[in-house]
């Protein structure tokens, strides 16, 4: 087998199929994102082997209840030797209770259709099972020519092409089985691995409100039942659709029609009968995984594979929905549709890693993931799935099994927690849910909110990745404005984020990034910021179904790491106060006008600074002379300082600027504001513009100014309903602030009457 300051767009979904460059295609067909689920998780192995030995395992619910299998290369469910292909049974019990047995039936079954040999001499192909279905008793098992010369391993010939296939019949549960032995149904290359739609028990009555169940659907894929390693043939990155009516022959493909519509999500459009030529993919997907590795990718692993593969298409008849279940080795490529020809859209990739990883016992992929109707949970949440391996030190090879768990997305939720410092939502949030960029490379995803801040978790894959990000997804919305990340352990390659870290929360299936951002301490992007140092990232308050942390991965090894990732809606600040300047100014407030000439006045709930144009009222390293109103209640710790200000009276383009000011001393004050009446800028006394907004002739505008440890960052929005928008944050730990409040200052005689709404001091 073979297989804060940052950057990075976000997510998008689009409205149909995605566009992308690939070094295979000028224009690549990708799906579009699901938007169905909002949770899903899969477990990192197989927590299930039965006692059973081969690999493959389609499966069919019959109408006696009992699960019928078939399998590759090995002894199935009781040890009678060895067969490339084995037709077994489960008689009773169920994987919620690790308690399945099963029985041989046949071994040894249809016929291998190429007669080439190998360079030793022996056969060239044998045969495996790819599909199974069950239709009022009688079974019907799909089975293809499989290459199994030797060569060099991965790159072939083994398993890189698959060129003939044909379905056999059984009316009596499996003993017996019949098919036309002079010619395969089909053959070069075409529809030759069969998927048969798993519709549920024996497929009657699964869709009680149409007759689409009226028919028996298979899907194909051209070439090869996977990527074809060694590329002998072209890789299957299309997916097509056949349906049958159940009445029917099924080995008469004279009554096999097959999909003609296409990927739209138009009318339904199938090919007159027996007409293969015709067919056209229900799914596409070229898109491939481990395209770009980084020098320490394991020289022996496979990599730049497509995502299309045998696996298993079942009707979850409590969602309404089909599940595809693909992979590629590393990683599971799951797809779902609401009818069997589409639209089919990604809702879940899931990544282990190469083999060498390593895999584990407790983190492994595989392949054909193989989802029996028989053993989905009643409300559809939870569904079990076989996959195959048998690489290190992982021996999957036997009907595996491990669980995808899934939450149906529900617009109709919104966010009701209130603010608490304490309610980790990492920990009691609804269907909480990790997930990270590439894999969790040591299998352990409940790291992330174990609550032990000692012990390492990181995305290293050998992929040379242009961005990291660890997070979680929730079953509903919630309120967030705080994220606490703690890093896992150094290493010399990798393991943190190169240009900062971004927080972005996912909001109608869009990543959406966060405004306010603040770290606490500064993350230093390089190799310091590890081992185990936590840093807070606080953020404007927001609502979100999910939140990840996300940046640039550092290092020749492009990973990054992490032991613990705390989400809150906290109650960041232990007192707020808003002065509205509707009544006489509070105590709390001092005007100083060091050189005759400003007033102050309350003038309809405004405060109206008011500087003439008989002298130049400035403030620099050597002069204190602008008018400000200041207070000194901020207290030691973190906060956040708000104003909207409105120029009543002003020149554009003259000297002036006002607007929020911080104090350190004696002529040492920041000042954000209203620069000229043709710009926003932030400074500090005696050194040049910190930052600038050009171009904004608004003369209203809301600022913002917040301390977090002895960083300062400056916000502005044009309307009270805007995102704050972050311009600029300075560093200044040589002074601590004395004083908070709003200043004018001009350096030309002019006149200049400012107005500020209202001031919001949090602490």
Request: neutral net charge; contains cysteine; glycine residues 8%.
């Amino acid at each position: 087998m073979k297989k804060l300051p940052i950057w990075l767009a976000s997510f998008a979904l689009s409205l149909g199929c995605i566009l992308l460059t690939t070094n295979h295609q000028a224009h690549a067909v990708v799906p579009e994102e699901s938007t169905f689920f909002s949770t899903a998780f899969v477990e990192e192995g197989s927590i299930y082997n039965t006692n059973s030995d081969g690999d493959l395992w389609p499966s069919a619910w019959s109408n006696d209840d009992y699960l019928y299998l078939a399998n590759g290369d090995g002894w199935g469910w009781t040890n009678q030797g060895w067969s490339d292909i084995v037709f077994s049974r489960i008689t009773s019990g169920h994987p919620d209770n690790r308690n399945l047995i099963g029985n041989r039936i046949n071994a040894g079954i249809g016929k291998v259709w190429n007669t080439a040999k190998c360079s030793d001499g022996s056969a060239a192909y044998n045969r495996k099972p790819t599909g199974l279905t069950s239709r009022g008793g009688i079974l019907w098992l799909a089975v293809q020519d499989l290459n199994r010369c030797p060569g060099t391993r991965f790159f072939g010939p083994t398993f890189n092409d698959a060129p003939n296939a044909t379905i056999l019949k059984s009316m009596d549960k499996g003993v017996t089985w019949t098919y036309n032995t002079t010619t395969p149904m089909f053959s070069n290359n075409a529809f030759t691995t069969v998927i048969f739609l798993d519709w549920g028990k024996d497929g009657v009555d699964n869709d009680p409100n149409s007759t689409r169940d009226d028919y028996i659907y298979a899907y194909g894929l051209d070439y090869n039942w996977r990527d074809s390693f060694s590329n002998s043939v072209p890789d299957p990155t299309k997916l097509y659709l056949a349906r049958i009516l159940a009445t029917d022959n099924v080995q008469d493909l004279s009554k096999w029609q097959f999909w003609t519509g296409g990927l739209n999500d138009g009318a339904e459009s199938w090919s007159s009968f027996g007409s293969i030529a015709s067919k056209k993919p229900v799914l596409q997907d070229d898109s491939r995984v481990y395209s770009t590795t980084t020098s320490g990718f394991p020289s022996a692993d496979i990599k730049d594979m497509t995502k299309l593969s045998q696996g298993s298409v079942t009707y979850n008849r409590a969602l309404n929905r089909f599940i595809y279940l693909s992979w590629t080795e590393y990683t599971y490529e799951f797809y779902e549709a609401p009818a069997p020809w589409g639209p089919w859209k990604k809702f879940l990739s899931k990544d282990f890693g190469p083999y060498n990883s390593p895999w584990t016992t407790g983190k492994n992929g595989g392949y054909t993931t193989v989802m029996p109707s028989k053993y989905i949970s009643a409300d559809g949440k939870r569904m079990w799935f076989n996959a195959n391996t048998f690489e290190g030190p992982v021996n999957n090879y036997n009907f595996s099994l491990r669980q995808l768990y899934v939450t149906p997305y529900n617009a109709s939720l919104t966010p009701v927690n209130t603010k608490s410092s304490t309610n980790n939502l990492a920990v009691s949030g609804e269907s909480k849910t990790p997930f990270t960029k590439a894999s969790f490379h040591q299998g352990n995803p409940w790291a992330l909110n174990d609550g032990v801040k000692n012990v390492n978790a990181d995305d290293w894959n050998g992929e040379a990745k242009t961005e990291s990000y660890w997070g979680y997804t929730w079953g509903r919305p919630y309120n967030l404005n705080k994220v606490v990340y703690t890093t896992g352990n150094s290493f010399p390659d990798g393991g943190w984020f190169s240009n900062g870290v971004k927080v972005q929360v996912r909001q109608n299936f869009n990543w959406v990034d966060v405004t306010g951002l603040s770290a606490s301490p500064d993350y230093p992007s390089d190799g310091t910021a590890a081992p185990y140092k936590t840093y807070t990232l606080n953020f404007d308050d927001t609502w979100g179904d999910g939140v990840r942390i996300i940046g640039t991965p550092g290092g020749t090894a492009k990973f990054t790491t992490i032991s613990e990732l705390e989400v809150y809606y906290a109650d960041r600040f232990a007192s707020t106060v808003t002065d509205t300047f509707d009544g006489p100014l509070s105590s709390s407030w001092t005007w100083s006008a060091p050189l005759a000439g400003p007033t102050n006045a309350l003038v309809n709930g405004n405060f109206r600074m008011s500087l003439p144009s008989t002298n130049t009222y400035d403030n620099w390293t050597t002069i204190d002379n602008a008018p400000k109103l200041t207070r000194t209640d901020m207290g030691a710790g973190d906060w956040t300082i708000e104003t909207k200000l409105n120029l009543s009276a002003y020149t554009a383009n003259s000297n002036f600027h006002t607007g929020l000011t911080v104090k350190f001393g004696p002529n040492n004050y920041y000042v954000w504001g209203n620069l000229q009446g043709s710009g926003l800028e932030l400074s500090r006394s005696g050194y040049p513009a910190l930052t600038v907004v050009p171009s904004y002739s608004n003369p209203s505008v809301y600022l913002r100014m917040r301390k977090v440890g002895q960083r300062y960052y400056a916000d502005y929005k044009t309307n009270a309903n805007d995102p704050w928008t972050n311009v600029s944050n300075d560093y200044y730990p040589y002074a601590s602030p004395v004083a908070v409040g709003l200043l004018s200052k001009t350096w030309s005689n002019l006149n200049l009457t400012a107005d500020f709404d209202y001031f919001t001091l949090s602490k």
